[in-house]
């Protein structure tokens, strides 16, 4: 007879599995694949599968960035945030503007990258312009 421990992990292990199957491709390569904007929403549901809600939002464009992101509470009837996402002609994230469960801008991140490509900070300002902090980045090869 399998014991408790062994059915958990078999249990736990195939919804490992089935997760991973379900997921398939990674989003940005199934943009790209299809040259087009790809919308995927996900949708939490009752166990016993008579309500569902969209939980999360995230808008691809046709080269395979993510250009719009939004989570939603209170079983999907509104905003918890939004983030849209700009990118320049080498495809770098330059900006990210995040905006509250008003749909009011709340604050804007920038970005700025080394020769290389390589992102080296991230400028962090508020909804009226001033800065109020910034991360920098520090890469070491070992």
Not at 42 to 64: C, F, L, M, S
């Amino acid at each position: 007879m399998i014991s408790k421990r062994i059915m958990m992990l078999m249990l736990f292990l195939g919804a490992s599995l089935s997760m991973a199957l379900a997921q398939g491709p990674e989003r940005p390569d199934m943009a790209r694949a299809k040259g087009k904007k790809l919308t995927v929403k996900e949708w939490k549901t009752t166990p016993d599968g008579r309500k569902k809600w969209v939980d999360h939002a995230e808008i691809y464009n046709a080269q395979g960035q993510l250009i719009e992101e939004a989570e939603y509470s209170d079983f999907g009837t509104r905003l918890a945030w939004r983030s849209e996402f700009k990118y320049n002609a080498k495809g770098q994230l330059v900006e990210e503007r995040v905006y509250n469960e008003r749909n009011k801008l709340d604050k804007v991140r920038t970005f700025e990258y080394d020769a290389d490509g390589v992102c080296t900070r991230r400028m962090n300002y508020s909804a009226n312009g001033t800065l109020n902090s910034y991360r920098q980045f520090e890469y070491t090869y070992e």
